[in-house]
């Protein structure tokens, strides 16, 4: 145990879930790299997670953990507390004939398989993002021209100070992969809008989605996603195949050849090693095109 996380062991709040001091978060990423939490809490509901965060002392940073697809998490490891939402938090249910209410620890695949026995449609894409309700609602995740921005009609949040509040769509300002969510809060609910439609249409939809991923995107590696924003008007993808990246590596760290806007630990790849070559990349792309590539995956903690 660290020497921050023994002193800090005095004044944790006490909890109904689970709360773990130096807890490795690599078999929690995508990525399979990176160093500990401080601490991880894995709240039993929401009342144990408002109560934890009230009772925290303020100055203890906050960080909320999805499935770990589109993050870094630097090898000196992550200070304070990751939360981690688990199955009390991963419920999907039909509030009515046109919208979802889906817990924050909810995937994409279960909140689009869901509407599609609820036949709602328009909620097919979400099948496609690698993350939970809580961390695409965060970062206004989106694929096949359709966005959470498109289907969101409020989200439910534990604020930092443990205050629970109702946002709206307005509320959360959304931009391209960005929300105005206040730092430290935890999405522990989103109710979505689909359209009446056919489940089997539905469901032709989704298999359409799959196939064209399956075909496009590394997904058997250890990766964490789209690495890069795109810019407006232009692929990331193609900014980096015309910089000469393809396949390019620093270590285990390595340019998809599949498809170069995705970064894959190919081996024992530290973050260290895959962070600093998404910035070989970013630099290569900047020198070829003049663009300035913006990280769309998340990078936390600090360097070893």
Same mark, same amino acid.
């Given at each position: 145990?660290?020497?921050?996380?023994?002193?800090?062991?005095?004044?944790?709040?006490?909890?109904?879930?689970?709360?773990?001091?130096?807890?490795?978060?690599?078999?929690?990423?995508?990525?399979?790299?990176?160093?500990?939490?401080?601490?991880?809490?894995?709240?039993?509901?929401?009342?144990?997670?408002?109560?934890?965060?009230?009772?925290?002392?303020?100055?203890?940073?906050?960080?909320?953990?999805?499935?770990?697809?589109?993050?870094?998490?630097?090898?000196?490891?992550?200070?304070?507390?990751?939360?981690?939402?688990?199955?009390?938090?991963?419920?999907?249910?039909?509030?009515?004939?046109?919208?979802?209410?889906?817990?924050?620890?909810?995937?994409?695949?279960?909140?689009?398989?869901?509407?599609?026995?609820?036949?709602?449609?328009?909620?097919?894409?979400? =099948?496609?993002?690698?993350?939970?309700?809580?961390?695409?609602?965060?970062?206004?995740?989106?694929?096949?021209?359709?966005?959470?921005?498109?289907?969101?009609?409020?989200?439910?949040?534990?604020? =930092?100070?443990?205050?629970?509040?109702?946002?709206?769509?307005?509320?959360? =300002?959304?931009?391209?992969?960005?929300?105005?969510?206040?730092?430290?809060?935890?999405?522990?609910?989103?109710?979505? =809008?689909?359209?009446?439609?056919?489940?089997?249409?539905?469901?032709?939809?989704?298999?359409?989605?799959?196939?064209?991923?399956?075909?496009?995107?590394?997904?058997?590696?250890?990766?964490?996603?789209?690495?890069?924003?795109?810019?407006?008007?232009?692929?990331?993808?193609?900014?980096?195949?015309?910089?000469?990246?393809?396949?390019?590596?620093?270590?285990?760290?390595?340019?998809?050849?599949?498809?170069?806007?995705?970064?894959?630990?190919?081996?024992?790849?530290?973050?260290?090693?895959?962070?600093?070559?998404?910035?070989?990349?970013?630099?290569?792309?900047?020198?070829?095109?003049?663009?300035?590539?913006?990280?769309?995956?998340?990078?936390?903690?600090?360097?070893?």
């Amino acid at each position: 145990m660290s020497v921050v996380a023994t002193s800090l062991s005095d004044t944790m709040p006490s909890v109904r879930g689970r709360l773990t001091p130096q807890a490795p978060l690599a078999p929690l990423v995508w990525f399979k790299a990176g160093g500990a939490a401080e601490w991880l809490f894995e709240p039993a509901d929401a009342e144990d997670l408002a109560a934890f965060l009230r009772d925290l002392d303020p100055a203890v940073p906050v960080m909320a953990l999805g499935l770990g697809s589109n993050l870094i998490v630097r090898d000196g490891g992550v200070p304070g507390v990751v939360i981690r939402l688990g199955k009390p938090f991963a419920r999907v249910e039909a509030v009515d004939a046109t919208t979802l209410r889906c817990g924050g620890g909810a995937s994409g695949i279960l909140v689009s398989s869901t509407a599609r026995d609820a036949g709602l449609a328009g909620i097919e894409f979400l =099948r496609s993002i690698p993350g939970t309700v809580g961390g695409f609602v965060r970062m206004n995740g989106g694929a096949y021209g359709r966005e959470v921005n498109d289907v969101l009609v409020h989200a439910e949040v534990v604020l =930092r100070s443990g205050e629970r509040q109702t946002l709206s769509l307005g509320d959360l =300002r959304y931009t391209y992969r960005h929300s105005a969510l206040p730092d430290g809060a935890v999405v522990i609910a989103a109710t979505f =809008r689909g359209t009446p439609g056919e489940p089997a249409a539905i469901q032709t939809e989704m298999d359409r989605i799959a196939a064209a991923r399956e075909a496009s995107q590394p997904l058997r590696s250890k990766t964490g996603g789209s690495t890069f924003k795109n810019p407006d008007g232009q692929k990331a993808w193609a900014l980096v195949d015309q910089a000469g990246c393809r396949g390019r590596r620093r270590g285990d760290a390595q340019v998809s050849d599949k498809h170069t806007n995705f970064l894959l630990n190919v081996g024992q790849a530290t973050s260290a090693d895959i962070e600093a070559l998404g910035e070989e990349v970013r630099a290569a792309v900047k020198a070829n095109s003049g663009v300035t590539l913006e990280w769309e995956i998340q990078r936390v903690g600090v360097q070893a």
